[in-house]
């Protein structure tokens, strides 16, 4: 058992009551996707306000925001692992469901580091900004690299920094960030998400690669 399997396993004996009673008062699993979307905007707007509040000169106010920023990361990431969990023991699960989860997960990617971006860009951090733009591209290349495996009828899950590492990266240096009033340790998640998350999406093309070169030789 991997490390991941173990810690959902832990999470999941914890939060399935909860689940039981949301399906009793008639949630779904695509409103609770939505929910942790609406988190992460939450949370992009608190990025932006820190970044308005540098821009204003006040410092000092502005990492507070940084710091709650990454905490509504980290709850609206709960919400990416109810919608599944729920799914399964509702017995709701659907094609569109996981096209739904998909898509606003990488919505949810998007805009947060985009927040991020802002931040450092109104610190006048621009290479950081720029390795931020890296990290978003690895991101999304790492689903889509997924994505595009499974249309192929390949499971493509290898590799180091996939999407629930990048989400708890992400909230923790923020939220260390803030509580130290040092955007050096934002800067650093976002340098090591940019490195591994490009490093993965490579690896799994190279995966694919080597899964279909055998496919096609034993034609």
Excluded at 22 to 48: H, S
Excluded at 163 to 181: F, S, W
Excluded at 185 to 199: K, S, T
Aim: hydrophobic fraction near 55%.
């Amino acid at each position: 058992m991997d490390y991941r399997t173990f810690i959902q396993k832990i999470i999941y004996r914890v939060i399935t009551p909860v689940i039981k009673v949301m399906l009793r008062i008639g949630l779904t699993p695509n409103v609770i996707t939505f929910l942790g979307f609406v988190g992460n905007i939450a949370a992009t707007c608190l990025f932006i306000h820190a970044a308005l509040e540098i821009g204003a000169g006040h410092e000092s106010a502005a990492y507070s925001w940084i710091a709650w920023g990454g905490a509504v990361i980290i709850f609206s990431g709960l919400f990416d692992m109810i919608d599944g969990h729920m799914a399964r023991i509702g017995n709701l699960s659907s094609s569109f469901g996981a096209l739904w989860d998909s898509t606003l997960d990488r919505y949810s990617e998007m805009v947060s580091l985009f927040g991020i971006f802002m931040v450092f860009e109104k610190a006048g951090w621009l290479w950081t900004g720029i390795i931020t733009f890296l990290a978003l591209m690895g991101s999304v290349m790492v689903s889509y690299v997924r994505a595009r495996a499974e249309g192929l009828r390949i499971e493509c899950k290898v590799g180091l920094m996939q999407r629930p590492e990048r989400v708890v990266v992400t909230a923790l240096v923020a939220i260390i960030a803030g509580a130290t009033a040092n955007l050096w340790w934002l800067a650093g998640g976002m340098i090591l998400i940019a490195v591994l998350a490009n490093i993965t999406a490579l690896w799994r093309l190279l995966y694919c690669y080597q899964v279909l070169k055998k496919k096609d030789a034993g034609k």
